[in-house]
């Protein structure tokens, strides 16, 4: 499902959300501003965004890191199996 954003653009829309509220700086909600005003978006759909782009970089980290860590288990039984 789509629907018009600010300035025309359409952008998706998810069947359930939530509404969250947050606290930010004076000088962060500035900034918002401005980049949702270059983009045509609104301040919602900005951060919106900003959330999305840093859970997804969290989840590779953590992927990496359990990547990581199950490699290290199996290096540890082959070196204790290998004594």
């Known amino acids: 499902m789509y629907s018009n954003s600010k300035g025309g653009v359409s952008v998706p829309i998810g069947k359930n959300k939530v509404r969250l509220q947050v606290v930010a700086s004076e000088e962060m909600a500035k900034k918002i501003e401005m980049y949702s005003g270059k983009m045509g978006i609104s301040r919602s759909s900005l951060c919106s965004q900003f959330i999305g782009q ?29 004594k």
Do not use: S
């Not at 989840?59 to 199996?81: F, P, R």
């Open 54 to 82: 840093a859970i997804m970089g969290y989840d590779k980290a953590y992927d990496m890191l359990d990547k990581m860590a199950e490699n290290l288990g199996k290096d540890n039984a082959a070196t204790v199996q290998g």
